[in-house]
């Protein structure tokens, strides 16, 4: 989910104060193994069915992650790259 709309209706909108939780980011090329693991564990443990809503939007967000971490891996090298250069 895009960081602005999870602010709205994520997951993370839903949390108890307390409550913890782990964030994944598309530069992290572990995280859409971890999503699509997720996916795999839910629906073994009876919780989601593979056609579920929750399980096809995870999917879609770890193939946008596949799609988008070069592209953001690229313009945070030169960020980091202006930032060195001030």
Avoid: Y
């Avoid at 104060?17 to 964030?23: A, K």
């Avoid at 995280?31 to 009876?46: M, V, Y």
Wanted: aromatic share 2%; net charge positive; glycine share 2%.
């Amino acid at each position: 989910m895009i960081k602005t709309d999870e602010l709205k209706q994520g997951c993370m909108s839903r949390a108890l104060d307390d409550e913890m939780t782990f964030v994944l980011l598309a530069r992290d090329i572990a995280a859409p193994a971890i999503i699509r693991a997720w996916c795999d564990e839910r629906i073994a443990r009876g919780r989601n069915r593979s056609n579920d809503h929750q399980i096809i939007e995870a999917r879609i967000c770890a193939n946008e992650m596949e799609r988008q971490r070069d592209e953001i891996r690229a313009r945070l090298a030169e960020a980091n790259k202006n930032e060195r250069s001030r």
